[in-house]
């Protein structure tokens, strides 16, 4: 999926549909479906995308993920056709904070067949607070009479020890969906109540969770969370 202006999109030739988002006719996404049959070398879809891509524009310069899902030979990577300018290396950490934490259960995530949306909204506050490493909110008692202290009407807290691990860079679905299985084990055998996972996308990415088109009309928010419970519910 491309996310093209006006200008590249006419240079390049292939073709595409005007954005959802603003501002509107100056911007055009181009979808290729590089896993259709069709979409091998000597068949017309593959060599007019080959042709576009190197007669019509200048050299392009892209982030790559890459991984092998399988435990076949691994293929070489990058190929020889492909410069590598730079590459990204991932940041991890891990920071312990005692916390008012919620005490979340299915129930009050709820309300009837719905979502409670007040319940959530307070949920998605606080893992924001979480997530910022903003400590001093979400403590019972603050030194700083003038500092901001979360409080949420509809979350049941008390004060717990969390473990927070952060993974930054250019992460792949399949890390994303490792990490997630890793979290049901640990919900699953005991070791702890519930667990968050939290992923934040490229705020101009032309494209989101669910190959949904992303653009900056709603503040650039490009995230969604998995909310892990006991017995797989989410």
Not at 219 to 225: I, L, P, R
Request: glycine letters at 6%; proline letters at 6%.
């Amino acid at each position: 999926m491309l996310s093209l202006d006006k200008d590249t999109y006419e240079q390049l030739g292939l073709t595409g549909t005007a954005a959802k988002y603003p501002p509107k006719g100056n911007r055009f996404i181009v979808r290729v479906n590089m896993l259709a049959s069709s979409f091998i070398p000597g068949k017309p879809l593959y060599e007019r995308v080959k042709w576009c891509f190197s007669d019509r524009t200048s050299p392009v310069h892209m982030l790559v993920s890459w991984t092998v899902e399988d435990q076949g030979e691994n293929p070489l990577f990058p190929p020889k056709t492909i410069k590598v300018v730079d590459t990204l290396s991932e940041k991890l950490s891990q920071t312990a904070m005692e916390v008012l934490a919620p005490l979340i259960n299915v129930k009050s995530l709820f309300d009837g067949d719905k979502l409670s949306t007040p319940y959530v909204t307070d949920l998605f506050n606080w893992i924001g607070c979480v997530l910022c490493r903003l400590q001093e909110v979400l403590i019972e008692k603050s030194t700083d009479h003038n500092l901001y202290r979360f409080e949420a009407e509809e979350l049941e807290t008390k004060l717990q020890r969390i473990m927070i691990q952060r993974k930054e860079g250019f992460i792949s679905s399949l890390d994303i969906l490792t990490s997630l299985n890793r979290l049901r084990e640990r919900v699953k055998s005991g070791k702890c109540p519930w667990a968050i996972l939290s992923v934040w996308g490229f705020e101009d990415s032309p494209v989101t969770w669910n190959n949904n088109e992303h653009g900056y009309n709603i503040s650039g928010e490009n995230d969604y969370v998995f909310v892990v419970l006991p017995n797989d519910e989410y």
